[in-house]
């Protein structure tokens, strides 16, 4: 089973960016297609973004023109781009595929905090 394992989180002002990294314990282009989704705190996890194999993406209206997903299948790794970051944005970061059917186990995912 392939392990996805998230990074680049932290903490940034209003405005900010930062880019997210999803490394993947084997082939990701054989996973298909790959997402990034959050879980803001006491809200349902929500996908943000969405990438297939070949590059064609999708993204949730509420990012839309300020995230972007990209993938590496060389170097099995998902990124997100996230600039012009709002305080709604704060949420912990999740890579998996997509759909992500229930049953679906979940990484540790990363933090992002945006506050001023």
């Known amino acids: 089973q392939v392990q996805l394992v998230e990074s680049g989180g932290g903490l940034v002002q209003p405005g900010g960016s930062l880019r997210l990294s999803c490394a993947a314990s084997?082939?990701?282009?054989?996973?298909?297609?790959m997402g990034w989704y959050r879980q803001a705190l006491g809200k349902e996890r929500e996908l943000v973004a969405r990438?297939?194999?070949?590059?064609?993406?999708n993204y949730a209206e509420s990012v839309k023109g300020r995230f972007t997903i990209s993938r590496d299948n060389a170097k099995d790794t998902v990124y997100l781009q996230m600039n012009s970051l709002k305080v709604e944005d704060t949420a912990v970061y999740y890579c998996?595929?997509?759909?992500?059917?229930?049953?679906?186990?979940w990484g540790q995912g990363t933090q992002v905090t945006v506050a001023s």
């Open positions: 084997g082939s990701i282009f054989r996973l298909g297609v």
């Open positions: 998996n595929i997509w759909p992500a059917l229930r049953g679906l186990t």
């Open positions: 990438i297939t194999s070949g590059g064609s993406t």
